[in-house]
């Protein structure tokens, strides 16, 4: 399993959201309160931040814990940004590829996590294979349950599917394949987020700014948090929220994504 974050909102240094709150993301990547599967999450970390100006967003990772890496604290102390995804890892495998299986993954302007597992892995996913173009299967970011998730999502996306259909989609899917499996992902163009509630916990917060974070679990004791039922696709930009069961979505003629 795996915590992440994604923050929507007004600029600020990346250490007001990963590491200054009480239970902020390097406090949970050793101690969290809502994971319900693994204690520890030190098999990787990483962040992506937007840019003004640029689309693109840039990341940093590692594939140790967050906590034993100094240069974090100096890259959150003077990096600020208004649109940033984070994730600290507890591996499937551990040890597989290093920081390439560490989340954020990315491609063009999109930043992706998955918090979870595919179950039977990686047996139950193989004759999902045959959705993805060849291509895509020999340029897997990592040999890694998460890696294969983010390209199914990913081909999706570049066939011109919205993000709440194509996670829904895509959750359904593996879902089908391997039904044990524990499904939260995560995705940002920088200007919305998309996340899905399947098999974890899952959270957010709309607040004053306009900004809004989705996480998997609160990073404070703020009244502001709600939770998101299992089973559900939150959309959300810096000034709206809704969530919509993956049911619904995935039973629907599928969305279109206007660029």
Same mark, same amino acid.
């Given at each position: 399993m795996c915590r992440h974050l994604a923050y929507l909102g007004p600029e600020q240094p990346l250490k007001h959201l990963l590491l200054d709150p009480p239970? +902020?993301?390097?406090?949970?990547?050793?101690?969290p309160r809502r994971q319900r599967n693994g204690t520890v999450n030190a098999d990787g970390f990483g962040v992506g931040w937007y840019a003004d100006g640029d689309p693109a967003p840039a990341r940093y990772r590692r594939s140790g814990p967050i906590w034993a890496d100094q240069s974090l604290l100096d890259l959150a102390r003077v990096v600020r940004s208004g649109a940033v995804l984070a994730a600290?890892?507890?591996?499937?495998?551990?040890?597989?590829?290093?920081? $390439?299986? $560490?989340?954020?993954?990315?491609?063009?302007?999109?930043?992706? +996590?998955?918090n979870g597992a595919v179950a039977g892995w990686p047996d139950s996913a193989a004759p999902l294979v045959s959705l993805l173009p060849p291509v895509d299967v020999l340029s897997l970011q990592a040999?890694?349950?998460? @890696?294969?998730v983010w390209a199914l999502v990913l081909h999706r996306l570049r066939s011109g599917?919205?993000?709440?259909? @194509?996670?829904? @989609?895509?959750?359904?899917?593996? $879902?089908?394949?391997?039904?044990?499996?524990?499904?939260?992902l995560l995705l940002t163009d920088g200007e919305t987020v998309t996340a899905t509630a399947w098999g974890d916990s899952l959270w957010y917060r709309a607040e004053p700014g306009p900004a809004v974070i989705v996480a998997s679990e609160p990073y404070d004791d703020e009244p502001l948090w709600?939770?998101?039922p299992d089973r559900t696709v939150v959309t959300a930009s810096r000034t709206e929220v809704r969530l919509d069961p993956v049911e619904d979505l995935? +039973? $629907?003629?599928?969305?279109?994504?206007?660029t």
């Open positions: 239970h +902020s993301l390097y406090r949970q990547s050793w101690a600290v890892r507890d591996a499937t495998l551990t040890g597989a590829d290093a920081e $390439a299986a $560490a989340a954020p993954f990315a491609s063009g302007r999109w930043l992706f +996590s998955h040999r890694t349950d998460s @890696a294969f599917e919205a993000p709440d259909y @194509a996670l829904a @989609a895509t959750v359904r899917q593996l $879902a089908e394949a391997a039904p044990a499996s524990r499904l939260n709600r939770e998101v995935v +039973s $629907a003629p599928p969305k279109e994504h206007c």
